[in-house]
């Protein structure tokens, strides 16, 4: 078994937060699309059954001891509605640099819009699709797919995404098909004034093998209300494919944005993930990725710049479960004023996995006298041929470097400014693909002049 | 590849040699009945003639002992549960009064020195006897022979210089109110599990207090052994080093051969107040069990310094090469201006040990520096974990740490986990954490092998070398020692 499994509830988890949750579900669930499908019922009874057992986990549970969910108890959090269907926009995010619309699929509070998604320009036999349309004509594309990697029964969140499974993005790319365009998938948070709004955005992407996908989440907010996102997206790499993964995720300030990314990397398949995080109050990125064949390789990085209020949480999980696979992570972030960083790392390598070749890096930038960043970079080993490491540094800006651009005559704000923007650039060097990394890069320029 | 199976085998038949220590001494003891209780803890404090806030202290602590659970759940560590309620919480050697020549020691206790080649074998020293102090190396040892302290070296000299180095219960009637100031001020009985256990039966352990501006001239040094049967033992260790003052403590350990599990929980204590410093050395080779996993020592130790005052400096070094079970992190607590922590330690885990070890480096003062070196190898059957945790609080100004945590594994059943914890408030602090986990290359075995060294040998050498950074900060008397345990734990387990 590739992931951990858990049978009943462990501690650190506060079983009463499951309740206004199943509230809601009992309210929405006959709408529920694909409703009758027995696989689909039973799946979403496992995840009701789950995270009533759990609820929220709470700060006593190791893997949340820094990221705290209390507040999300106290919104009284409702499923979004249709009201949202309604709203237009002037604009969306893409990273093209001409600003052309290339294949997309829109996601409004979670809920799929057909006008502004397109499928131009993908290959023959390229299935681009949201969930609730895949289940109610194409069952059988995700039927094999949905909840395998991502289970229900091991963590509460997915557990109540699950619960809730409705709608989100499918990709399905066939075996030895290449996908020239970059694929964006765009989530909007807008809310309600009336009462914080939740959903559960669910995808998956499947690239069988020798196929190649490049994937941009950008992960944006209209306005001011609260919402919550809890997504979970799975991810399966065939044979020798390679899945291109960025993120993007610049919601509004009161947003809550949770999201589980679980991959599975066949051999010498490639699965390469990058998270820019500047939006929400609070946020967690959980990414987990599986190398479940010999010679697969994982690339998991990112980039987070916080100020304010915010939290940002960046949990990974690395599972060395074949022979001879590499990975790498590279995570870098800014935090200013009052806010918060949490950075856990974990990699593992199962008996057996020899030739493990495994790196980490993180480190951070503290701005200001109140900011914090709490790291927990972990390795856990079972096999000696192996090479591994680790590092996190924290500190602020390098007083020398400073004072070079300085004695060359650079105010004091553009020197910092230089330096922090280099620092990232670092991390977003990570980023394969060039037309992503341009956009990203203009993301993190954004953010410092808003500085 | 062929080469390191062969060595592992090898290593495997050299490392499954019996413990060298494995005898029992037989010795009539005065043994409580079995099980906790509060009359246990009073029969205990009855035992040693305790003040009475002593014995409340204690109390307080078996009560919220009571209420506490164990602690299984976080540390990578597993073992059947622990029944409590069957151990005898105190055993003492039969004595009369106090050794005042040689021939009222007990010759079979002489004999267990003997067997363990410390340096008590100076008997005389051991007895106390006067004028021997002069032939004697430059150490003083304080023996804990399972809970009573058996004798005290060098007392004359140390008392001159005005430093108390005297059993624990010797210090609770010889200078209560230092005792009762810092007994618990570092280690509250609150703390842990473990440690509240502890508080509520310790039966012995070592006292040191080191004057003002005295630079203590010796090492002190304590060997604890465990030798009754079905025994916890509880040793309190508490040092205090008042301004100005230095002090380098030694502590090691063998245990006889047991087949049941024995529980170990200690408590050390330090403090160091201005500008003062304390070494503390550890080596463990308590019994890890045997090669299947039965029996060996279990031991759940709860060690933390507190640097008081400003530019103090704490430094913990450890070799831990021996129990089947180890749950142990020696820490600092960095509350004075300028203050320093240091851990450097060497784990050494075989067949089917399992040890859970790390430090705190906890920083509230300004400029306070830690430095993390921690070297791991883990072989056989055994899974070792470093977990370290360095926090910086707002007002750690200027704060630095820097940890380097490196693993070595020998053979493909074992595993070496690292889990560092970092927690940063303060924007002006630097944290670095570095960790590298390997085997031991094929390059430098095919170097060394070529050069005519066995593989043992090389291996012993190669490991050697890979702890060097900790072995070096040991004190001279237990360097050679302790580079001679990892070369044998390690023909057990490495290769």
Known sequence: MATTTLTKAPRGYDPAAAKPFLEQLDRVKGGLPGGGLSWLDGLRAQGRARFAELGLPTVKNESWRYTNLRT???????????????????????????????????FVDGRFRAELSSTAGLPAGVELLNLADALTRKPDL??????????????ALVALNTAFLADGPVLHVPRGVTVEETIELVFVSVGSEAQPTAFHPRGLIVAEAESRAVIVEHHVGLGSCTTLSNGVTEVFVGAGASVHHYKIQREQADAFHLSHTAAKVAGKGVYDNFILTTGAKLSRNEVRS???????????????MVRGGQHVDTTTF????????????VYKGVIDDQARAVFQGKIIVRPGAQKTDGYQQNRALLLSDTAEIDAKPELEIYADDVKCSHGATVGELDDDQLFYLRARGIDKATARGLLIGAFLAEALEEIAEESVRDAFQSYVADWQNAR | ??????????????????????FTTDIEADVAPKGLNEDIVRFISAKKEEPEWLLEWRLKAFRVWQEMEEPRHWAKLSYPPIDYQDAHYYAAPKMKDRPKSLDEVDPELLKTYEKLGIPLREQEILAGVEGSEGRSPAIAVDAVFDSVSVATTFKAKLEEMGIIFCSISEAVHKCPELVQKYLGSVVPYTDNFYATLNCAVFTDGSFV??????????????????NQANTGQFERTLIIADEGSYVSYLEGCTAPKRDENQLHAAVVELVALDDAQIKYSTVQNWYPGNEEGVGGIYNFVTKRGACRGRNSKISWTQVETGSAITWKYPSCILQGDNSVGEFYSVAITNNFQQADTGTKMIHIGKNTRSTIVSKGISAGRAQQTYRGLVKILPKAEGARNHT?????????????????????RNRTARVEHEATTAKISEDQLFYCR???????????????GFCKEVLKELPMEFAVEAQKLVGISLEGSVG
């Open chain 1, 290 to 304: 599986v190398l479940d064949g010999e010679e697969g390789d994982t690339h998991v990085s990112g980039a987070y």
């Open chain 1, 72 to 106: 999300l108890d106290k919104l009284a959090f409702q499923p979004a509605t249709d009201a949202g269907d309604d709203v237009r926009f002037d604009v969306l995010p893409t990273v093209r640099a001409d600003g052309a619309t290339g294949p997309r699929l829109v």
């Open chain 1, 318 to 329: 690395i599972d060395h479960a074949q022979p001879c696979c590499t990975s790498r992570e």
């Open chain 2, 209 to 226: 207090y080191i004057p003002k501006g005295v630079r203590c001239p010796m090492e002190l040094s304590t060997y604890f052994r465990i």
């Open chain 2, 404 to 424: 380097q945590c490196d693993s070595l594994l020998i053979g493909d059943q074992c595993g070496a986990h690292t889990v560092p914890y970092i927690e940063n």
């Open chain 2, 1 to 22: 590849m062929a080469a390191t199976t062969e060595t592992v085998e090898q290593v495997r038949a050299v490392t499954e040699q019996k413990y060298k220590y494995g």
């Open chain 2, 450 to 464: 070529q050069r005519g060294l066995s593989e043992e040998d090389a291996v012993s050498l190669i490991v050697n």
């Open chain 1, 142 to 155: 995700v039927a094999g797919h949905l909840g395998r990697i991502a289970a229900p029964d091991d963590l």
